[in-house]
């Protein structure tokens, strides 16, 4: 990785504007809101979490967790190993429920929507907040059933329709060079970046709303990272994307927004994550508000 | 930056013969015990295998004297000192009680299984069905004989191959259960993820994602099952009754099977009776090892369809 200068792509700046308002607001000077590519009014919010908090147990790993994620942006979370990214992607799918002892306090909704509600079908939620999770986890199956297998639970079952899925997401995750002449073997025999890859186009398969992205490219090569960022700006038309990354480049050159997590000692001792600033990525990598965002950044950047 | 001194690397280690891959040379004492390790690994081996192939190859041996097609498909004779007859109700009642057995305690396992290590989690009755399950691992085979005696011949007033399925049945399910419960536990929780994260339920990630994962193993398991259940005397004994000619009816009839043949034969005093227990072990052996060898290769297959090739 070069030093290049973190930011490459235009991003959305104003947060202070009415209707995002409850985006967090900043100590910080805000670029003028003229050349804004997206028009406010049309930002509207996907997920709102207020007040949210996720035990394991006994333990809580994260607290403190308010923000808004708007549609048709990426949105990064970075902070160091530990402090809870992966604990807050996971609650916006309700993967916890999975996690035995697992408990998710606060509120989170979608679209308005409380996500926990007792009436909420939660494998509808999962099948319109697509999920790729930060270890490589293909089917032991042939990579075409890997990419179909969403599409087949939805129904779909014509053949000539499920080839042309599974032709079109592998290439949008650019893998169908790779892959295209053995379509039929396991997947379990791709390398763990060509795996990575399969993960991303089987969760595109599904067609969802809103990607979560936990560390994606943490496997790839810079020629796979590249082509995976270049999908993230392609498919922002159509969808939210969320994405934990360490890479603060990449963060910087993919996301609108950025939240910096970090995990502190709490009144007993045990570290617990929490966020500490959630802002346009522009503002959080050249005018941080707190000096524990530019410590990271800046240890990152030497 | 400023250059800082590094003191030098201390070299890489190297052995006398100044290579760096070849081993460094071991002490007495370690090349003592590496070698005596290795004899004490070949013995137990050899200890283990000794009366394996010992009884393989004397059951073979004495078993072929008699072993013929003839032998497998005649009909047993009226008398112990008779040398003709052969075992083939035998093997006939072997096959369909097995079967039959399986059919019931195999589904049915893996179903439990299902429960126990998906749905049940830490629940009470979780553990109730596993303790029980546990209990009924320990219980004598003689015990389930008598068991079915009393609670379906002695209501349906029949002895019947199907009864001797009911034996054998419960005393392989909680292997099955088990079996199934420790194979499904090994499906990494990440290939479940997965399927839920693309919107599947749990239901059909189980069906889709977690079985044909787990199928090789629970095959595995369920084929020690079959095999020592095919070989059980001991609940056949009060519940199948005794018959002379072939009985392909599981519901129907008295029975006879090939563990029952071996028994009887085998306290005999009349020679032929006991040329004809080893040909009816042999034929046991036989049968055990071809579904075994045909089941490994119906999953074998299963799975690469479900798996994809390579
Ligand atoms: N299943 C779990 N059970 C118990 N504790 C957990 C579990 N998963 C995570 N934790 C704890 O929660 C805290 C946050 O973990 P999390 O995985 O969210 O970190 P992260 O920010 O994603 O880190 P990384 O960058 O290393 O992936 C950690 O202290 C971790 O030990
Ligand atoms: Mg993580």
Redesign the pocket.
Known sequence: MTTEPPMTTTLTPDTTIDGVATLPPTEVDQPPAAESEVPEQEREVVFRLSEVE?F??A?R??TGVDLDIARNEITA?I????????????SLNRMHDL?P??RVMGTITYHGENLYSGKVDPAEVRRRIGMVF?KPNPFPKSIYDNIAYGPRINGTRKRSQLDDIVEHALTRAALWGEVKDKLKSSALGLSGGQAQRLCIARALAVDPDVLLM??PCSALDPIATARIEDLMHELKDNLTIVI?T?NMQQAARVSDRTAF?T?EPDEEGR?V?KLVEYDVTETIFTKPGDPRTEGYITGRFG | MTATVVPPAPPTPRSPSGSILRPRKATGWRRFKSGLASVLFVLAFVAAAIPLIALVYYVTREGLKVFSWEFLTTELPFSQRSVDGGIGPAVVGTIVITVGATLMAVPLGVLGGIYLNEYAGKSKFGALVRFLSEILTGVPSIVMGLFIYTFWVLRVKEQTGFAGSLALACLMLPVVIRTSEEMLKLVPHELREGSLALGSRKSRTIRTVVLPHAAPGIVSGSLLAVARAAGETAPLLFTIGATQTANWNLFEGTNTALSVQIFGNANSPYIPAQERAFGAAFTLILIVFVATALARIVTVVYTRRVSGKS
């Open positions: 996720v394991y147990g333990a790993a994260v979370f902070g160091p190993s530990g402090c809870g990214k992966t604990t807050v992607i996971r996690t002892g697992a930060q936990d560390e934990v360490h997590y995990a570290r994550g």
